[in-house]
């Protein structure tokens, strides 16, 4: 197992089960559709930290982001400031994903999300817009829940993001499912 260095998760097991088991009506149809909550797994992704400067015409911002170090295709994470020692927390596990992004183009990628996310702030604001990116040494995971649905060998997954407390879509869940096939045919 190897040892990572992850953000706190504000969410545990038992409000992770709850939120993927809310009860009601709405649960007793998604349990009638997908089957009954299986098990409930921490899962970590690893993410690059950027020191990121905008210069808009004469104004310059400097701030933290953080992009996934797997593909560089989940919505980037951002810090008001670099995590503190109490934000951090160190664990072993084996529920990771491995990062295959490497410094080059993870830069390229956080200064084009970066873009994106100004521009849609207002793009007709933009002045002269010029981004920059500076790695930040050492990766941080991001923690995740994972829910496990299903009946017999079919298992369907949800997932939470454990510090945001959001239920996550389509690139984190196929994310996990490509880490789950892979660790599979590893074996």
Known sequence: MALIRSLK????????????????????????????????????VPFLLF??????????????????????????FEFDELPGPEQ????????????LLDEANARELIISKVQR??????????RQ?????????????????VGFRGVGPIARLSVIDAVRRRKEGAKVSSLVRTWLTSIRTQE
């Open 9 to 44: 998760a504000n969410v545990t097991e038992e409000e992770a089960k709850a939120e993927f088991s809310p009860g009601g009506f709405l649960d007793y149809l998604h349990t009638a559709a997908v089957g009954p909550l299986r098990s409930v797994a921490e899962f970590y």
């Open 51 to 76: 020191q990121v400067t905008v210069t808009n015409a004469d104004q310059v911002q400097r701030r933290v982001f953080g992009i996934d170090a797997v593909s560089g295709s989940l919505d980037p």
């Open 88 to 99: 951090v927390v160190y664990r072993e596990t084996r529920n990771r994903a491995r990062p």
């Open 117 to 126: 996310i100004l521009f849609q702030s207002g793009f007709f604001r933009m």
């Open 129 to 145: 817009l010029q981004i920059s990116a500076e790695l930040i040494p050492g990766e941080i995971h991001v923690p995740y829940w």
